[in-house]
């Protein structure tokens, strides 16, 4: 029989012999299962039908999985697999130069010539079912991504248009593609692609609505089944009438000239309803809850009639009283800059008039001058007589006074945080129970901010660092590529949060002083740092015990240590994992 000290003894002499292979990994063996939960490869080799060599689904796993070490796609994925468990990771140990930038290439071109929305709302349909996602609100956005290169000589099959346009990021000089999301459950997007780069958002919200009801129908819902969430952008006459028997929430602009009006009235009536603070992060010292009031009324647009909520926000005050000192301290200077030309002695009082009217029509957005001419005796020039007094004679002073318009300036400050939203959704109420009162639709408008927090990682240097492809219909195809590792990390920190908050378990964050029910996928994936398995022959086995703080984040993602065992390990998403 050998003892302990014999086979570790063993273990060693093996490692040595290159016997037994060792990987450390990290967070990716979990988000490969995630992706087996959507089928991802599957899915994508069924819509996209092809005789290469390497599979395009294969080739979209590999580079999803190689986004989410935080590496550029495209940068490298053979070298990257190389080091890799690639079983555990793709279902199979594929040999690393199947990955070579040729054959990622040609699955590229193959994806866009098929479509890229028909992948991703394939893969949204797959990822509402696993997860049982809220697809009763949708949150709809865009963004810009800067590129280098010409592309020029583009014609309407080779994808989007690369080109200069309205750039988000004050990159006028550079190139741009726009970037679509259609999103639920705070920021789960379940369809997205890659636009125009001069594309306006109020077009691409027009061209959303028109597809709005087909793409949701394929999720089991028709009109009036969900809420339609968008930015200001949306509110156009045109987009208005898209809408048919839709829902929605959006910020009405400040360029439709009832908004001002209806601040207006929401100050001078000040019948406001206090809503509190509707955070759902807990406030901070150093980020504290903002609180809200409302004033609801209504308002006709293109003879239909909208509920129209005016929203104040006291960190939106604050924010913008500042902005607003700011305003004041700029418009006094410009009147200062404008008198230091202005002479200001007169030999005539009809002068001393004409320049005081003239000063007090200066224009300034927020003050005004005020002047008033005093007459002051001044000796004439040359030497008096010495038996007479110097004689003198009469000029005029212009004294000016530079004043804040009061009127102006209260206008603003009273007006600072407000902003209207506009909804058709009805009233809560007995015979409407799935309606929404204010505060609701407050709390439904704020989930917008995930779709943003979205953006961030897509466009983070980290993962998309100085974009560069030959082709447009390529950029379109990776911009896939990085929405499909956006969703499958909005699963797994979703699927995390709500099992945690649900069985009330708390975990570690970045940090073992953090303890949080709502961890990010970052912190996650710190969780899960050098974890270690051996590889003998076919078999797996974890170098040591996980931790139990590591436990739970993987009874949160519906898994268990098989995930670094097991190449088919996928995430049980409706039953619990219970811990020893």
Not at 79 to 90: C, G, P
Not at 215 to 242: C, E, R
Request: hydrophobic share 40%; proline share 4%.
């Amino acid at each position: 029989m050998m003892g302990t000290n014999d086979l570790s003894e063993q273990i060693v002499a093996m490692l040595k012999s290159g016997e037994i292979e060792t990987y450390r990994q990290g967070h990716l063996p979990l988000a490969a299962a995630w992706c087996r939960g959507i089928n991802l490869i599957g899915s994508i080799n069924s819509l996209v039908p092809s005789e290469m060599e390497l599979q395009p689904g294969l080739a979209v796993q590999a580079m999803v999985l190689d986004v989410l070490t935080g590496r550029n796609a495209l940068y490298h994925v053979q070298q990257f697999l190389e080091h890799q468990d690639r079983a555990i990771l793709l279902g199979k140990d594929y040999a690393p130069d199947l990955f070579n930038d040729t054959n990622l290439a040609r699955s590229l071109d193959a994806i866009a010539q098929r479509g890229t929305g028909r992948i991703m709302t394939e893969l949204g349909i797959q990822a509402a079912k696993l997860c049982n996602l809220d697809m009763s609100v949708i949150s709809y956005d865009t963004t810009a991504t800067n590129v280098w290169g010409a592309y020029e000589d583009w014609d309407s099959e080779d994808g989007p248009l690369i080109t200069k346009g309205h750039s988000k990021d004050s990159h006028p000089e550079l190139k741009q593609f726009m970037t679509e999301l259609l999103c639920v459950d705070q920021g789960v997007p379940i369809f997205g692609q890659t636009r125009n780069g001069n594309s306006s958002d109020k077009t691409l919200n027009n061209e959303m609505l028109q597809r709005i009801g087909k793409l949701m129908k394929q999720h089991g819902l028709g009109p009036g089944a969900f809420i339609y969430v968008a930015d200001s952008a949306m509110v156009t006459k045109a987009n208005l009438k898209k809408l048919a028997g839709n829902r929605f929430i959006s910020r009405l602009p400040a360029t439709f000239a009832v908004c001002d009006e209806l601040i207006e009235e929401a100050i001078a009536v000040n019948s406001w309803q206090d809503l509190g603070s509707q955070n759902e992060l807990n406030a901070s010292p150093t980020r504290p809850a903002a609180s809200y009031r409302s004033y609801e009324t209504q308002v006709t647009l293109d003879d239909l009639v909208y509920r129209a909520i005016v929203i104040h926000s006291d960190s939106h005050d604050k924010r913008r009283n500042k902005r607003i000192d700011r305003q004041l301290t700029e418009s006094e200077k410009v009147l200062s800059e404008l008198l230091k030309k202005q002479e200001s002695e007169f030999y005539c009082e009809a002068d001393a008039k004409k320049a005081q009217t003239f000063c007090e029509a200066l224009p300034a957005p927020l003050h005004h001058v005020s002047c008033k001419i005093e007459p002051f005796e001044q000796r004439k020039p040359g030497r008096p007589a010495k038996t007479k007094p110097a004689q003198t004679q009469t000029k005029y002073r212009l004294v000016w006074t530079i004043e804040v318009d009061t009127d102006k300036a209260d206008k603003l400050r009273k007006a600072a945080g407000c902003f209207v939203l506009l909804t058709n959704v009805p009233l809560l109420a007995e015979q409407t129970k799935d309606g929404l009162d204010s505060a609701g639709v407050l709390r439904t408008y704020k989930g917008q901010y995930g779709v943003e927090n979205d953006f961030a990682f897509l466009k983070d240097p980290l993962v998309v660092n100085d974009l560069f492809l030959k082709t447009p219909h390529r950029i379109d195809a990776l911009g896939m590529v990085l929405i499909i590792a956006l969703l499958i990390t909005r699963l797994m920190q979703q699927h995390m949060r709500k099992y945690l908050q649900e069985n009330d378990i708390i975990v570690e964050g970045l940090k073992k002083s953090i303890k949080t029910k709502r961890p990010t996928f970052y912190a996650m994936t710190w969780t899960f740092t050098n974890i270690e398995v051996l590889l003998i022959q076919d078999m797996r086995i974890l170098k040591s015990v996980l931790s139990e703080n590591q436990l739970k984040y993987l009874a949160a993602l519906g898994l268990d240590e098989r995930v670094y065992t097991d190449p088919a390990s996928r995430p049980k998403t409706k039953s619990k994992i219970t811990l020893n």
